[in-house]
């Protein structure tokens, strides 16, 4: 499915790639013919990801809230492959709760990962990429970060906080670097598969104009399509893969 022949030998990182979106997300890549690089903190289903897809050109097993595992990993990914093309941020995590009820360290963890990751990971991609003189930058926002939804009040803040950390990147790295976020709606993947019963998600998706989760391999042709020339004038841009869901007052 290689439809970007620019994409082919590119470098590319991307995080939460051991499951969902970054998984889909890296198999994309690598039939573009990119070479990708992987990292997740569950080593486990890293290495069996991994062990699943030799294709992949190498990985870090790295928590990307942690500044020393996130400087590791580039460290890995340069030794490896000479540096870093394309950052692909997309680990993240999400626990449903009522806002007074969430417990402080929880709010901490989720702002430290959510945002805190996308962060250190775009500091020490846009250093290089500004260092070589190209490169583009990704990050996985939500629509949860346009709009109010209950029972994630951390996690849409958190949210809310990468697409304006993507516009702010994008003001000061331009014209070298290009940033931007996408803003997926619901999702099939395993973290929506842990938080939602199937009468759940029936009842979602009667909500959704399109009636229906994306597939996760639909955001990763959304990231394909960002990280490809055919978006060079594309920067500081929060682009919404949502089915529908927030184009109007009661979509
Ligand atoms: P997922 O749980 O299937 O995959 C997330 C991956 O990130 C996992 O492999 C996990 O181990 C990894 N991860 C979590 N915290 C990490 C950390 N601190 N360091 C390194 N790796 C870490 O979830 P997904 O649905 O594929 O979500 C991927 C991204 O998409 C997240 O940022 C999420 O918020 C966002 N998102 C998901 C949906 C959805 O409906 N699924 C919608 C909008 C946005």
Avoid at 34 to 54: R, S
Avoid at 125 to 137: D, H, N, S, Y
Avoid at 227 to 242: E, K, L, M, Q, V
């Amino acid at each position: 499915m290689a439809r970007y022949e620019e994409l082919k030998g590119k470098r590319v990182m991307i995080t939460g790639a051991a499951s969902g979106i970054g998984l889909a997300t890296a198999r994309r890549f690598a039939a573009e013919g990119a070479k990708v690089f992987i990292v997740d903190y569950n080593k486990k289903a890293l290495e069996a990801t991994q062990k699943e897809h030799p294709e992949f050109a190498g990985f870090s097993a790295a928590d990307v809230s942690d500044e020393e595992n996130v400087k590791a990993a580039f460290a890995e990914m340069d030794r490896l492959l000479g540096g870093i093309d394309v950052l692909i941020s997309n680990a993240g995590i999400s626990i449903r709760s009522d806002a007074l009820n969430i417990p402080y360290a929880q709010w901490k963890k989720v702002m430290d990962i959510n945002l805190g990751g996308m962060f250190l990971c775009a500091k020490e991609a846009g250093r290089r990429m500004k260092a070589q003189g190209g490169g583009v930058i990704l990050m996985t926002a939500s629509s949860n970060g346009t709009e109010g939804h209950r029972w994630y009040a951390d996690y849409n803040a958190s949210k809310a906080g990468v697409i304006l950390l993507t516009k702010t990147l994008a003001l000061e790295l331009a014209p070298v670097v290009r940033v931007n976020c996408v803003c997926p709606g619901y999702v099939l993947t395993p973290m929506q598969r842990a938080e939602y019963t199937d009468e759940m998600l029936a009842k979602v998706n009667e909500g959704i104009p399109m009636k229906r989760h994306a597939a996760p391999e639909e955001i990763g042709a959304l990231y394909a399509f960002l990280a490809s020339d055919d978006a060079r004038y594309i920067t500081g841009a929060d682009i919404r893969i949502d089915g529908g869901e927030t184009a109007g007052l009661y979509s």
